[in-house]
């Protein structure tokens, strides 16, 4: 029987264990373990996990894979914790939202005899906690893969079954382009959020102007409301790459700002055509026509170029079957 640790059981690594579940995966155990007693509570109330543990030592005992879905800071004392008893062989990963300092330790603190690969599924809610918690929550989303220079290609292999398993689309890319990329898309936009709702709140007519707060406000501030544990260790552990995108944001703002303050009026031909550029740039990704032009697929391959046989193998294409054989996506590429 296969066995599954996920550390963390917030609303990723509970939701990771539901779909694990929902992919009809034979033969496997799942164990969880959180040092929050309430997340563990909540956890043990989804009655996904076959087992829940108090401690992390008991937690990762004969673990063929451990899923770390904790906070990113504090994820390098919890590998160092988990080293010495993690079994010879052992696949280790992670979902955290930030991957070179994560490397980093894995490479500092954890055994040879184990393997570390990089995860980071591009899926979240502004809510937390295992209550939140959903099975189709990685369902289509990308899973970004961050293979280490000293990656093993079986671990590879098995981190890529586990991303389609829970219905996702593996996303292999490098940890300085994750960085950087994913710091415009998930991390700037909260930091958007924040300021946007900051600053409407520290007005001295918030009060008012909080009556005509409507779709808008609330969409755009969305993400304020996330967890902010989560969000500070983020931005700790990612700041260059976040730096870098809010100074390109501010400088497209501030040209918004110089078309509206002109000495001669408002440009408002200049405005429209920002405005056009923006809806076509937004509907072209919608429509999923965004095209890679900066990004070589020779050194970002897609799993649809054959992943497997490119960094595994046929070694490792088998051991991919040893976990994930008898889940229904499995079974249905069977067919």
């Excluded at 080293?83 to 300092?101: F, I």
């Excluded at 990329?181 to 909260?190: G, T």
């Amino acid at each position: 029987m296969a066995r599954i640790s996920i550390i963390g059981t917030g609303l990723i690594g509970t939701s990771m264990a539901l779909a694990l579940r929902n992919a009809g995966i034979k033969n496997l155990e799942l164990v969880g373990t959180d040092q929050n007693s309430s997340a563990r509570a909540g956890a043990a109330k989804r009655k996904v996990f076959d087992r829940m543990e108090n401690r992390l030592t008991p937690s990762v005992r004969d673990a063929d894979i451990v899923i770390v879905a904790t906070p990113v800071m504090a994820m390098r004392d919890l590998l160092s914790t988990i080293a010495p008893d993690l079994p010879d062989g052992c696949v280790v990963t992670d979902v955290g939202s930030s991957k070179k300092v994560v490397l980093e330790w894995a490479e500092e603190v954890l055994p040879k005899r184990v393997h570390f690969v990089g995860g980071h599924p591009m899926a979240g809610k502004e809510t937390s906690g295992p209550e939140t918690a959903d099975g189709n929550l990685f369902k289509d989303k990308t899973y970004c893969i961050v293979p280490s220079p000293t990656a093993d290609k079986i671990a590879v292999s098995e981190i890529t079954s586990l991303a389609e398993a829970v219905g996702a689309r593996p996303f292999f890319i490098g940890v300085e382009e994750h960085d950087s990329f994913v710091a415009a898309v998930s991390h700037l936009p909260f930091m958007m959020s924040v300021a946007l709702v900051n600053t409407a709140s520290k007005s001295a007519n918030w009060e008012d102007i909080a009556q005509l707060a409507s779709s808008g406000f609330r969409d755009l501030s969305r993400l304020a409301s996330g967890d902010t544990v989560m969000h500070r260790d983020i931005c700790v552990s990612n700041p260059q790459p976040i730096v870098a995108w809010i100074d390109a944001f501010i400088r497209e703002l501030y040209d918004v700002r110089k078309m509206l303050d002109d000495s001669d009026g408002p440009r408002g031909e200049e405005l429209h055509q920002v405005f056009e550029d923006a809806s076509l740039a937004r509907a072209k990704w919608q429509a999923g026509i965004v095209s890679r032009q900066n990004t070589s697929a020779a050194e970002i391959p897609s799993f649809s170029e054959n992943m497997g046989e490119m960094f595994m193998g046929r070694k490792a294409m088998e051991a991919q079957k040893r976990f994930f054989a008898g889940s229904k996506d499995a079974s249905q590429k069977d067919k």
